[in-house]
């Protein structure tokens, strides 16, 4: 299993986060999907924030 690294650098906090959408198009990804969900989610950015659509 590979290790995610956190980011090296914080950016700084803004004072609003706009909702983002990331797309994972997924076919035939069963080895590897986990990894990337992980790696989406160790974004700097607010989960609340964060929609995941894998599709």
């Not at 950016?11 to 198009?25: A, E, G």
Request: net charge positive.
């Amino acid at each position: 299993m590979k290790v995610i690294k956190p980011p090296l650098k914080k950016l700084p906090p803004l004072s609003r986060y706009p909702i983002v959408t990331v797309i994972v198009p997924a076919h035939n990804e069963s080895l590897v999907i986990k990894d990337t969900i992980k790696a989406i989610y160790c974004l700097n950015y607010p989960e609340s924030k964060l929609q995941l659509l894998i599709y």
